[in-house]
């Protein structure tokens, strides 16, 4: 991608050399999304030096390229360096003035996940309710960005332990992407979310309603380098153990445990054993 990227750069005018940034910030945010989160690091730091370079700190572009770039950090964990680099981008964002711009919502998204990644969990809320609400206002409800802001909500109430409030958001994002895309790939990993919460919350009947519609492979394909068919398996262990079924909570633990691949997920790897020995 890189090396595309550079040739055809060196290739065209430099007044086309936007174009050619904005679609190599497309190309490192598909990696992000796809899983490989190291290669989209590289590629956005790479590139954020190069705007920088030529149009200053100061530039949207620069400021959009440095806000992609640390979400990867995020995302990989290095919280630390992504605090130093939004407290930068902060600074540099107070020059354009707007805080109703998609780029200010993204800058409030990395707040949150960052809080969300030192388990700051009120914060984390509170920066996800901003970004939900910055997105509706911009754009509506019924929204891709809006959704997403939505279930990035769900998830955050999840991890924070209110299972309850997250089912309810998840029910809503659910809901809103039934109508717009039925069967699509954000619809499986929202209704993946919302089986999960539900069997945190200890509701097997509800978990139910939505755990016969995800599909292992179309969830592969929203969410790659995850292990969905023994994540799945785990969930229909769950609720099987919250069911009182032990036989079938046990086989189900045992399956995943099979088709989980050697090495991969060590959280998702300790859930599994924990469950079969308990």
Known sequence: TEIYTLSLHDALPISNRDYIYLASLHV?????????????????????DQIQAERGPGDPLTMQARER????????????????????LQ?????????????????????AALAAAQQHWPEAIHQRELVEAGYSKLFGVDND???????????????????????DKYLDAYGLLQERYPGGLLTQK????????????????????????????ALSAAAPNRNWGARLAYQRGRM???SGDKA???????????????????????????????
């Open 91 to 111: 600074r540099d964002m107070e020059t354009l003035g707007s805080r109703e711009s998609p780029l200010h919502l993204e800058f409030l998204r990395d707040e």
């Open 69 to 88: 770039w640390l979400a990867s950090l995020i995302d990989l964990g290095r919280s630390e360096q992504a605090a130093v680099g939004l407290s930068a």
């Open 145 to 167: 960005a809006s959704i997403r802001a939505m279930a990035d909500s769900a998830a955050t109430l999840r991890a924070a332990g209110r299972f309850a409030d997250a089912i």
């Open 28 to 48: 490192g945010t598909a990696l992000q999304q796809a899983g490989d989160v190291l290669e989209a690091e590289k590629i956005e730091h790479a590139l954020l």
């Open 248 to 278: 079938e909570a046990q086989r189900q633990f045992a399956l995943a445990r099979r088709v989980l691949l050697p090495g991969s997920e060590p959280d998702l790897a300790a859930r599994i054993e924990r469950a079969l020995n308990n």
């Open 240 to 242: 099987a153990q919250l």
């Open 190 to 217: 929202v209704a993946y979310g919302l089986v999960a919460s539900c069997l945190d919350a200890g509701r097997p009947a509800q978990a139910g309603l939505y755990l016969g519609q995800l599909n292992a492979a």
